[in-house]
């Protein structure tokens, strides 16, 4: 059986001194208890847990959140040349209007990346 409190000696703030490789995933010390039997503690525990997602909707996550980013890049790109073009002239964004819409779509697009669209 796992403990989660630190053994005698050891305090969590041990833990946050040394400097761990990023390999190291958990450290464990062996400790007797009241009986005398061998108990290992787990001082140090790094390890990520299971992400909970269907293997069958997989292919289909991953195809959302490209389709989100690439909206997302369209539109911060619009913003961006919807403001440069009003600094520039009056009215500046209705008449750069088609302009800003196709580049920013271009960019939003090469986002999505048709190859990559059936991929997990």
Do not use: C
């Amino acid at each position: 059986m796992l403990r989660r409190t630190p053994p005698l000696g050891f305090t969590e703030k041990t833990m946050d001194l040394p400097r761990l490789s990023r390999r190291v995933k958990r450290i464990t010390v062996l400790t007797q208890d009241e009986n005398g039997n061998t108990v290992p503690v787990v001082i140090f525990d790094k390890r990520r847990k299971k992400k909970k997602s269907t293997k069958a909707l997989k292919p289909l996550e991953g195809f959302a959140r490209r389709f989100v980013d690439a909206g997302n890049v369209t539109a911060s790109t619009y913003l961006n040349r919807h403001k440069k073009a009003n600094r520039k002239r009056r009215d500046g964004w209705v008449r750069d209007l088609n302009h800003n819409v196709i580049d920013a779509g271009r960019k939003g697009m090469k986002k999505l990346d048709p190859t990559r669209l059936i991929k997990p």
